[in-house]
């Protein structure tokens, strides 16, 4: 029972444009939300976060949407570079439990 | 100051055999999870461990078991290797903006 989906195995993008990774979740206690980058042979890096309460954070060139009424989530990069290729990871928690659900991956490749 | 440390970071062993896999986590985080991620996956969850116990426990057999050291490094041993247990594990520190270890390959054979 995958409780995270990342529909999209793969995205690529030219550089200076616009990223967009989409996330969605099936379990209603989810009330955090988080996304990871991985490179490889390198464990996944904390990237940017958002809290049920909110429907937007913004961090720099990242920003993640949250729509509750779709249980969906979404992480824009603008503008992509080269160096954002990896995969990103979608991940949730539940209260004050600290374990991840993570989603299957989205690879993101920026080419020039 | 040293992030999350892991070791080995690659180990090839056979059906039947006995791992332990180690982690140290970054200065100053007491708490430490394990996750488990095969190939095209995302990392699933094994168990978390602070104060020296298992506080929570995903859906892994009992042939994983860990266990916590006083300055809070964390060993996971999985008995009784299978083929299906090949991935990455992955050790993290604190949460739930965890921080990650570069991970452990480990191969069955």
């Known amino acids: 029972d995958q409780q995270v989906k990342q529909n999209s195995p793969s995205l690529s993008v030219q550089e200076g444009r616009i990223s967009i990774l989409n996330c969605d979740y099936t379990n209603s206690m989810f009330d955090y939300f988080l996304w990871y980058k991985k490179y490889p042979a390198e464990g996944p890096t904390f990237l940017i976060s958002i809290s049920s309460i909110k429907d937007k954070n913004e961090d720099g060139r990242f920003t993640v949407f949250l729509n509750k009424s779709a249980k969906h989530l979404s992480l824009h990069i603008v503008p992509s570079q080269p160096g954002d290729s990896a995969v990103y990871f979608c991940?949730?928690?539940?209260?004050?439990?600290?374990?991840?659900?993570f989603g299957t991956g989205t690879r993101l490749q920026v080419t020039l | 100051d040293a992030g999350v440390t892991q070791s080995p970071t690659h180990l090839i062993k056979t059906r039947g055999q006995q791992v332990t896999l180690r982690c140290s986590p970054k200065s100053g985080h007491d708490t430490v999870s394990w996750y488990q991620q095969a190939l095209g996956q995302g990392p699933q969850f094994i168990f978390q461990?602070?104060?020296?116990?298992?506080?929570q426990r995903g859906n892994f057999p009992d042939r994983f078991s860990g266990h916590q050291f006083p300055n809070y490094s964390s060993e996971l041993n999985v008995n009784a290797l299978l083929l299906g247990d090949s991935a990455l594990y992955l050790c993290?520190?604190?949460?739930?903006?965890?921080?990650f270890g570069q991970g452990t390959r480990l191969t069955v054979v």
């Open positions: 993290a520190s604190s949460g739930p903006e965890a921080f």
């Open positions: 461990y602070y104060e020296e116990e298992e506080r």
């Open positions: 991940a949730a928690v539940t209260g004050t439990a600290s374990k991840l659900t």
